[in-house]
């Protein structure tokens, strides 16, 4: 089982990224897609998920309207596009089907 982030990088405030969640080794259309974020010395937070059939909620208030999850259940992908970012947007960035995680990708905002 793996799950493989990709898409981080450094971006100017008011740049977007998107994030790709490769999987393999399951059946990733069996699952709900979650993406969480961690900025170091803080928890783990839960900002969205997708189910099985694309339907998306954002929990996480303060990146509603900014941030768009979704999946490609054919080429086994998810997806976070992230749209005018902020400084504070500034994590690690993982992705998480069932109990599996993959490794974070990092963002960092900054001008």
């Known amino acids: 089982v793996a799950l493989v982030e990709s898409g981080g990088g450094l971006v100017q405030p008011g740049g977007s990224l998107n994030l790709s969640c490769v999987t393999s080794?399951?059946?990733?259309?069996?699952?709900?897609l979650t993406w969480h974020r961690q900025v170091p010395g803080t928890g783990r937070e839960l900002i969205a998920r997708?189910?099985?059939?694309?339907?998306?909620?954002i929990y996480m208030d303060s990146v509603k309207g900014r941030f768009i999850p979704s999946r490609d259940n054919a080429l086994n992908t998810g997806y976070l596009q992230m749209n005018n970012l902020l400084p504070e947007d500034t994590a690690t960035y993982y992705c998480?089907?069932?109990?599996?995680w993959g490794r974070g990708t990092q963002v960092t905002v900054s001008s």
């Open positions: 998480k089907a069932g109990i599996f």
């Open positions: 080794g399951f059946v990733f259309a069996n699952y709900i």
């Open positions: 997708v189910t099985p059939t694309g339907d998306t909620l």
